[in-house]
T-cell receptor, first 114, second 110 residues
Framework: NAGVMQNPRHLVRRRGQEARLRCSPMKGHSHVYWYRQLPEEGLKFMVYLQKENIIDESGMPKERFSAEFPKEGPSILRIQQVVRGDSAAYFCASSARPDSYEQYFGPGTRLTVT | RKEVEQDPGPFNVPEGATVAFNCTYS??????FFWYRQDCRKEPKLLMSVYSSGNEDGRFTAQLNRASQYISLLIRDSKLSDSATYLC???????????FGKGTTLSVSS
């Protein structure tokens, strides 16, 4: 029973490049959440998606960040023109139903911007 | 006031000790409460949900006081493997984002 899968686990980008982070939810889960953990900080919510829909993007920075969860394939968090301040661990979580309180986390992608 | 506040610690205790963590939250409309565990910046793992009636899972006991907006976690008979960061987590309605505290670090030594 595979858990939430994220890739790559580690990603290094130079300033100005694009970063694409992928998340495959647990089998049977259709709700995906993205969180960011900056160094020495707690996890912060970014965006909540269901298949083909963005439900809540209140935590997403207004510029350079976007997310999608297509009908087929993983959810993608895209960061354009990365800056050093984007260096963080990005965690994806999934849940089975909209009425589920529990979220299960993937291993995260550690993004380093040089 | 931060949405979820925890004492960052670190708590350094010997094996076998009992340790208690506290957490307060600011949104009185919060509906779901959890303790997660995070090891060395790996992914958070759900330790237990927290209910007003209190709940116990082996050496771990969690309590929720809605009136005081206060959550606690008690760990009895600490083991070396309990060393980790414990995250107090609060949610709104089901399916909404979780709000994380910054975590309390526990170090158990032999």
């Amino acid at each position: 029973n595979a858990g939430v899968m994220q890739n790559p686990r580690h990603l290094v980008r130079r300033r100005g490049q694009e970063a694409r982070l992928r998340c495959s939810p647990m089998k049977g889960h259709s709700h995906v959440y993205w969180y960011r953990q900056l160094p020495e900080e707690g996890l912060k919510f970014m965006v909540y998606l269901q298949k083909e829909n963005i439900i809540d993007e209140s935590g997403m920075p207004k510029e350079r960040f976007s997310a999608e969860f297509p009908k087929e394939g993983p959810s993608i968090l895209r960061i354009q023109q990365v800056v050093r301040g984007d260096s963080a661990a990005y965690f994806c979580a999934s849940s089975a139903r909209p009425d589920s309180y529990e979220q299960y986390f993937g291993p995260g992608t550690r993004l380093t911007v040089t | 006031r931060k949405e979820v506040e925890q004492d960052p610690g670190p708590f350094n205790v010997p094996e076998g000790a009992t340790v208690a963590f506290n957490c307060t939250y600011s949104n009185s409309a919060s509906q779901s409460f959890f303790w997660y565990r995070q090891d060395c910046r790996k992914e958070p793992k759900l330790l237990m949900s927290v209910y007003s009636s209190g709940n116990e899972d082996g050496r771990f006991t969690a309590q929720l006081n809605r009136a005081s907006q206060y959550i606690s976690l008690l760990i009895r008979d600490s083991k070396l493997s309990d060393s980790a960061t414990y995250l107090c987590v609060v949610g709104g309605q089901a399916g909404t984002a979780l709000i994380f505290g910054k975590g309390t670090t526990l170090s158990v030594s032999s």
